[in-house]
């Protein structure tokens, strides 16, 4: 069974800055694809930024340029950097670790962009 414990929510002033954590507990962490979704209410979840071991990471339209997903094996640990944040960015924010047919989640954690 995989846990995902996700953290670094929080309030933060449009153009602020946010990192969140999300840290595993899986045996080969390296051999999944982890990624960050996000909810915001009313909306469906959303893809924001996925990450395999050795290829390059993905991210949706909406964050490019703003946000760096990246990924510690050793520390079985990936971390969103969200800089430049802005209002519509508010959401829950999830991580996400999938392998072939296999999708686990963490609880979420709150992201706000306000003034």
């Known amino acids: 069974q995989v846990q995902l414990v996700e953290s670094g929510g929080g309030l933060v002033q449009p153009g602020g800055s946010l990192r969140l954590s999300c840290a595993a507990s899986?045996?080969?962490?390296?051999?999944?694809?982890m990624g960050w979704y996000r909810q915001a209410p009313g909306k469906q979840r959303e893809l924001v930024a996925y990450?395999?071991?050795?290829?390059?990471?993905n991210y949706a339209d909406s964050v490019k340029g703003r946000f760096t997903i990246s990924r510690d094996n050793a520390k079985k640990t990936v971390f969103l950097q969200m800089n430049n944040l802005k209002p519509e960015d508010t959401a829950v924010y999830y991580c996400?670790?999938?392998?072939?047919?296999?999708?686990?989640w963490g609880q979420g954690t709150q992201v706000t962009v306000s003034s």
């Open positions: 996400n670790a999938h392998l072939t047919r296999y999708d686990y």
């Open positions: 899986v045996n080969s962490f390296a051999i999944y694809t």
């Open positions: 990450i395999n071991t050795g290829p390059g990471p």
